[in-house]
Structures are given as structure tokens and as C-alpha cells.
């Protein structure tokens, strides 16, 4: 099925029809809704029955061609330039922040844009340069808001290019989105880590009534870090091509730390009851240490002074050292949007 881009800049020029686009973005917005409208309290059979067919969808998306070449890529084949990905991942969480748009559709982009590269780095032997990369990154979140886009908003290519830096036109856009839509699956909905957050915590037990309130977290506020943890792993070339079922549930795990005992116990127990997934394997480990130094990094990152970019070391071993490189030359690929700098939205008939 194809998906359109429909040039709003003023001209009549239009590539493939709108209205498979209009369509596609219902459609996506009907599932999100209908993953979102779950019973407040749902039986343990219900939410088995909701984390397997999550699962299933993700394995069946995970044997598409271009989600299996990413999968098989190397972190220089899902992204060109570490700094560049995180400045544009930045860049698209400030982008659907100002529209109102839910965070999922970052992850979204992002993953378009990881397998549009991989692709890429496959088809023509050779990395994208930085004009490519920015491109590709702005007609990626394109997509991703109007087909996942869960606010029904009317966005525009025009609506896009009022919050890039500029140098980007409408023909790059459609061009790249052109040739997005012919080399990419967008059949099937993209499970996002959030999904699948909200999905395993489902399976949380309820704190013993004696806890205290300073040794046993919250639900929400597990939600909350581990929802946190999940945006951040969207930044992480080295993440790019790992399942979002395994990223959220190293996310919840992470969350959890607080609760080491018998509510993580029976938690693990029954991850392991109702999925494949065993939430003490190696990958599943390696996931929670790389995300437990991104947080880290975030946290050290946030108290920083310095606008030097910041480089994880790529290595897994238990040391979380983070190397500060201040002489690193390279500019965003798509400058952080302030509040200030992004222009109201134009809609053009």
C-alpha cells in the first residue's frame, strides 16, 4: 500500500494521493486509541492477552525486509553520526511537544529514519553526508505525524519547514518522502517502547500493605521513569536496532531498582509466565546498563554549563566513565526548536 505526500507550499504540484495519507493516519490514530482504551483493572488474562499479541505484531514487523536489515545493521548503518542523531531526536521531541502530539511519534520517526538508512548505506555504499541526514529526519517525523499522529491535526509540509533552521525545501521533502514510501514497510503499526512499558505494568504487583512509602516506588512514578528511559534510549544510535519490547522491559526493570525484592521477583516470575522473553538474559542486561548510563549521562548532562556535544562510550563493560569531547566540529543536523524560534502553524490550501 503506498502512502502519500501532498505538497502544501501554495503549488498544485502533488506526488501520490492525500487521501491514502489522511487514510493511513486514521488508521493509526484508530489503533493507538484502541491500544490506549484498556479497562482501569484488567484481569491477568486480558493483559496476557494484550502483551502476546504485541509481541506477535513486533515479530511479524521484525521479518519485513527493511526492519530485518535494520536489525542486522551496525550502529554506523542506523546512523551516520551519533551527535547528529541525538540533536535530531531532541529536535523532533520539541517539534511534537509544540503540536501537541504524543512522544510515540519520535520513535516512530526515528525508526523510519534508521531503516531509510540502513537502506541507504546498503543500496548506494555510503553514508549519508549531513544534508542527507536532515532531510531525511524532517521527512521522516513527517510521516510519522501524519500517519501516527494521535491529535488528528492537518500538518503540513509548510507547517514542517517553519521549524527547521532553514535550507530545506518543500521538493527535498517530497523527494526523499517519495522514495521513503517505495523502499519502506508501512503497512504494519509500529510498536512503539511506551506501548510496551504500559503493557508489562500491567503486570506489576501491588506493593506489600506494610511497605514503606521510601523503599517501594509507585506505580506511576515507575511509568514515569520508565517512560522517561525509553525517550531517552530513542537518541542512541547504539539502540537503533534493538526490539522495543526488550528496550521497555530493561526500562522497567531499571525503574523498579528500588523495589529489589520480592515485588521484582514476582514481576520477573511472570514476564516469564506469559511471554518467550526472560528478563534476566545477557541482552536483556546489557540493554538495562546502557540505558542506566544514558540516564547517567542525562542527569550529568542537564547540570552541565558547557554546550560541547557529549559522547557515550560505545563499550558495555560496568564502567560508566563518559567521555566529554568539547572539540568535536560538527553542527546539528537539525537545530533544538525553541518555543520563540518556531513560527505558528500556516495551513495552506
Known sequence: ????????????????????????????????????????????????????????????????DDHALLASSSTQ????????????????????????????????AMNALDRYNAYFVQSRKARMNERTYEVSSMTALFL??????????????????????????????????????????????????LDFVRAYLEFLPSPPPAASSSVTRSDESILNSASYLVELAVCDSLLASSKSSDIALAAVLNSMLADAGPRTQDFVIAIRAVTDTDPETAEITSLRRRLHRLYSFSVDNNAATSSAPAIIEEDEGETTTMEICPNIQSSAAVRTVSEGSICPAVVIE
Open 1 to 64: 500500500m503506498m502512502v502519500g505526500i501532498t505538497e502544501l507550499s501554495g503549488s498544485s504540484a502533488s506526488l501520490i494521493s492525500a487521501d491514502e495519507v489522511a487514510s493511513k493516519r486514521e488508521t493509526g490514530t484508530m489503533e493507538g486509541k484502541k491500544q490506549q482504551e484498556q479497562p482501569t483493572m484488567p484481569s491477568v488474562d486480558e493483559a496476557a492477552c494484550r502483551i502476546q499479541r504485541m509481541l506477535a505484531a513486533e515479530q511479524v514487523l521484525l521479518k519485513r
Open 77 to 108: 548503518s542506523s546512523s551516520p553520526n551519533s551527535v547528529w542523531r541525538e540533536k535530531v531526536a531532541q529536535w523532533c521531541y520539541d517539534v511534537c511537544d509544540r503540536l501537541g502530539e504524543n512522544r510515540t511519534c519520535v520513535y516512530v
Open 144 to 193: 510519522a505525524v501524519r500517519i501516527s499522529g494521535s491529535t488528528g491535526r492537518d500538518f503540513t509540509i509548510q507547517d514542517l519547514l517553519c521549524m527547521s533552521r532553514g535550507g530545506v525545501t518543500s521538493l527535498d521533502i517530497t523527494t526523499v518522502g517519495t522514495d521513503m514510501i517505495r523502499v519502506l514497510d508501512w503497512d504494519h503499526r509500529v510498536v512503539a517502547p
